[in-house]
């Protein structure tokens, strides 16, 4: 079932070039996580072993967006996030495309709701409180109106406030992808967030190396011009995440049960 869910890895590999440079201090960038929670807390918990291994100062940390849908705690998600930035680490995030979509309804787009529900949006309108009673029985407009009560101004305030596109250093930050042949300061936030072909097929030099998720593989996708970071999280119990220092890439992701060792490699 999950080979219809994942994309398969191209056999054709660019050419790879050394580590892009990067002059500020570590970051990491975190895949798409779409309501899991527990695998959220398992990352951050190695960042922190990783921060405390080196200089135990904290890195700055990218989420790439779709913190929510499809799995059971998409509301505990933005919380932890939401806690996360108040706490005063750098912190950044990238309006997904399922955020986009949950934002307009949160601003009175209510016919955008079966779309929502579609993308996995029932798992996020049950984990604001809606009960499932009042999900089977409430009109598609009552249940936004419903929706827009329970979801805490804090959550509100910071898809409202999430980036489109980061840069450090060589790299680009982005949900989705970019349109190759355009430049960056002239990409549509709609490519931003929702495209896939043709960025994904393309071996163009974007200018910087683009990381992305949206597009789901069974691993991670490392290429001269790109790197996708997406491992199907909800499905495969794999977030995977890109670490980025001054000399080197790192990947490494979630353990799925205690004591399990989560792989970690050269990006």
């Known amino acids: 079932m999950l080979r219809r869910i994942f994309n398969r890895?191209?056999?054709?590999?660019?050419?790879?070039?050394?580590?892009?440079?990067?002059?500020?201090?570590?970051?990491?960038?975190?895949?798409?996580?779409?309501?899991?929670?527990?695998?959220?807390?398992?990352?951050?918990?190695?960042?922190?072993?990783?921060?405390?291994?080196?200089?135990?100062?904290?890195?700055?940390?990218?989420?790439?967006?779709?913190?929510i849908d499809r799995g059971p705690d998409s509301a505990d998600?933005?919380?932890?996030?939401?806690?996360?930035?108040?706490?005063?680490?750098?912190?950044?995030?990238?309006?997904?495309?399922?955020?986009?979509?949950?934002?307009?309804?949160?601003?009175?787009?209510?016919?955008?709701?079966?779309?929502?529900l579609k993308m996995g949006g029932r798992e996020t309108v049950l984990s604001y409180?809606?009960?499932?009673?009042?999900?089977?029985?409430?009109?598609?407009?009552?249940?936004?109106e419903r929706l827009r009560v329970l979801v805490p101004h804090a959550h509100f305030a910071l898809f409202n406030?999430?980036?489109v596109m980061v840069f450090r250093g060589d790299y680009?930050?982005?949900?989705?992808?970019?349109?190759?042949?355009?430049?960056?300061?002239?990409?549509?936030e709609e490519d931003l967030r929702w495209i896939r072909s043709p960025f994904l097929e393309s071996n163009a030099d974007h200018g910087r190396?683009?990381?992305?998720?949206?597009?789901?593989?069974?691993?991670?996708?490392?290429?001269?011009?790109?790197?996708?970071?997406?491992t199907g999280a909800v499905y495969s119990d794999r977030l995977t995440v890109l670490g980025i220092d001054r000399t080197r890439r790192w990947l490494f992701e979630s353990s799925k049960a205690p004591g399990d060792t989560s792989r970690r490699r050269v990006a």
Not at 83 to 89: D, H, N, V, Y
Not at 172 to 188: E, M, N, S, T
Request: aromatic share 6%; hydrophobic share 40%; net charge negative.
């Open 129 to 144: 409180g809606i009960t499932r009673e009042e999900y089977d029985t409430l009109s598609n407009q009552a249940l936004a």
């Open 77 to 116: 998600v933005v919380e932890r996030v939401v806690q996360l930035r108040a706490s005063g680490r750098p912190v950044s995030v990238l309006l997904g495309n399922h955020e986009e979509i949950f934002l307009r309804i949160l601003r009175g787009e209510f016919s955008l709701l079966p779309m929502f």
């Open 9 to 67: 890895p191209r056999e054709r590999q660019p050419e790879r070039r050394p580590v892009a440079a990067w002059y500020g201090s570590r970051l990491y960038a975190i895949g798409d996580i779409h309501g899991r929670r527990d695998l959220l807390d398992d990352v951050l918990r190695q960042i922190e072993e990783q921060e405390a291994q080196s200089d135990g100062v904290p890195s700055e940390i990218i989420f790439l967006g779709d913190l």
């Open 172 to 188: 680009a930050f982005v949900h989705a992808g970019i349109r190759p042949g355009v430049a960056l300061a002239d990409q549509k």
């Open 209 to 230: 190396i683009i990381v992305h998720g949206h597009t789901v593989s069974e691993e991670p996708e490392i290429r001269a011009n790109r790197i996708g970071i997406d």
């Open 161 to 163: 406030d999430c980036d």
